[in-house]
């Protein structure tokens, strides 16, 4: 079992950067990562998704060639690098765990949560 903890959000300007991180406990190379976002009133959508080890990648196409997802198994951190954020990344950023190989783009697919960090731009 593997537990993740969400840290980095806050608050930036449109077309500002910022690094949201997942710290691990657990066997964090026996998960392919994944994070999701929830904004006020929606559902819960998928972001981007790694593999065990880091060698295939997945993208929504809202953020496609902004956002790029990124593991270091040996320190057990996940990270998503945001560029030129938009006012409509607003929203609770959750990491999470999976040993789904079937699909990556569901929440059902993943077991194990963080607790979420905000991100909130501006325009």
């Known amino acids: 079992q593997v537990q993740l903890v969400a840290s980095g959000g806050g608050a930036v300007q449109a077309g500002g950067s910022l690094r949201v991180s997942c710290a691990a406990s657990g066997p964090f190379s026996s998960y392919s990562m994944g994070w999701f976002r929830q904004a006020l009133g929606e559902e819960r959508e998928f972001v981007a998704h790694i593999s065990k080890f880091g060698k295939h990648t997945t993208y929504a196409d809202s953020v496609k060639g902004r956002f790029t997802i990124s593991r270091d198994n040996v320190r057990e951190i996940l990270t998503l690098q945001m560029n030129n954020l938009k006012p409509e990344d607003t929203a609770m950023y959750y990491c999470?765990?999976?040993?789904?190989?079937?699909?990556?783009?569901?929440?059902?697919?993943?077991?194990?949560w963080g607790q979420g960090t905000q991100v909130t731009v501006s325009s």
């Open positions: 999470a765990a999976s040993t789904d190989t079937r699909t990556v783009t569901t929440p059902t697919a993943y077991r194990w």
